[in-house]
């Protein structure tokens, strides 16, 4: 890479997200999906809760009377468990459901940082575009998936598999992170899929530390709505830093 890279880190990237999200221009398109995001959670916990209910009345017939102090320590375990359960699902399927809000977020982001526009076109280009989009989504879940299950697999090596694995599945999330949210500058100019991954190790530190602040944040529930957004925001601001002038002077390319 020929040209000069601010010294930013992946980490300042993430946050400079929080500050870019509240800029009135780009507020809709955090809303939208958002929003969807949240009825769908909120449908699908009481839902859950509703089963939850059924399983500890079966339970109560089942426990002696002397056990009966277990249904206070057990619910709102449960009630924990099923909430970062289901935080991390609903981050994996919101990743498809908000891939048109997600590019057209990337885009009006990278408006504001350049001010230039984009003239990418209008909603019936954004319809028309929707299977390449998805298409997109489809190839990062096909590299994630194959690669997420030898990870999981090494979990059942005796001794070694339960010391390394935190750390090689903490790794791995990290890079999908990154992969994941800074995808969407690159597929708005249509950039490919393996020569975006071909920049991103380019710049592994910047790449993996904001994937990893990524990973935390979207380990800590009710914050993780707003992480997809914030790291879209972010993972743009390192695209117009990084990257953009490099593939407009075609200086990054795979061997």
Same mark, same amino acid.
Not at 57 to 77: A, G, H, K, V
Not at 158 to 169: H, R
Not at 201 to 218: D, E, I
């Given at each position: 890479?020929?040209?000069?890279?601010?010294?930013?880190?992946?980490?300042?990237?993430?946050?400079?997200?929080?500050?870019?999200?509240?800029?009135?221009?780009?507020?809709?398109?955090?809303?939208?999906?958002?929003?969807?995001?949240?009825?769908?959670?909120?449908?699908?916990?009481?839902?859950?809760?509703?089963?939850?209910?059924?399983?500890?009345?079966?339970?109560?017939?089942?426990?002696?009377?002397?056990?009966?102090?277990?249904?206070?320590?057990?619910?709102?375990?449960?009630?924990?468990?099923?909430?970062?359960?289901?935080?991390?699902?609903?981050?994996?399927?919101?990743?498809?459901?908000?891939?048109?809000?997600?590019?057209?977020?990337?885009?009006?982001?990278?408006?504001?940082?350049?001010?230039?526009?984009?003239?990418?076109?209008?909603?019936?280009?954004?319809?028309?575009?929707?299977?390449?989009?998805?298409?997109?989504?489809?190839?990062?879940?096909?590299?994630? &998936?194959?690669?997420?299950?030898?990870? &999981?697999?090494?979990?059942?090596?005796?001794?070694?598999?339960?010391?390394?694995?935190?750390?090689?599945?903490?790794?791995?999330?990290?890079?999908?992170?990154?992969?994941?949210?800074?995808?969407?500058?690159?597929?708005?100019?249509?950039?490919?899929?393996?020569?975006?991954?071909?920049?991103?190790?380019?710049?592994?530190?910047?790449?993996?530390?904001?994937?990893?602040?990524?990973?935390?944040?979207?380990?800590?529930?009710?914050?993780?709505?707003?992480?997809?957004?914030?790291?879209?925001?972010?993972?743009?601001?390192?695209?117009?830093?990084?990257?953009?002038?490099?593939?407009?002077?075609?200086?990054?390319?795979?061997?």
């Amino acid at each position: 890479m020929s040209t000069q890279i601010p010294a930013k880190s992946g980490v300042n990237y993430f946050l400079e997200g929080f500050k870019l999200i509240k800029q009135p221009g780009l507020r809709t398109f955090v809303f939208i999906p958002l929003t969807i995001n949240l009825i769908l959670f909120a449908g699908a916990f009481y839902l859950a809760l509703s089963q939850l209910q059924i399983l500890f009345d079966w339970l109560d017939t089942q426990l002696p009377e002397m056990l009966n102090w277990l249904r206070f320590l057990l619910w709102p375990i449960a009630i924990i468990t099923m909430l970062i359960t289901m935080s991390f699902v609903f981050s994996s399927v919101m990743n498809w459901l908000s891939a048109p809000f997600n590019g057209l977020l990337a885009e009006k982001v990278e408006q504001s940082l350049t001010g230039k526009p984009m003239n990418t076109g209008g909603t019936m280009d954004l319809i028309k575009d929707l299977p390449r989009i998805l298409g997109r989504e489809w190839q990062k879940f096909k590299y994630y &998936l194959p690669r997420a299950v030898l990870i &999981l697999l090494l979990f059942f090596v005796p001794v070694i598999g339960q010391t390394v694995f935190p750390i090689v599945w903490f790794m791995f999330t990290a890079w999908m992170m990154a992969i994941q949210y800074c995808d969407y500058p690159f597929d708005n100019h249509k950039v490919k899929f393996e020569d975006m991954k071909f920049a991103l190790k380019q710049t592994r530190g910047s790449s993996f530390s904001f994937g990893a602040t990524a990973s935390l944040f979207s380990m800590i529930p009710i914050v993780n709505f707003i992480v997809m957004p914030v790291a879209i925001c972010g993972a743009t601001a390192m695209w117009v830093d990084k990257y953009r002038e490099a593939y407009r002077n075609n200086v990054i390319a795979p061997d």
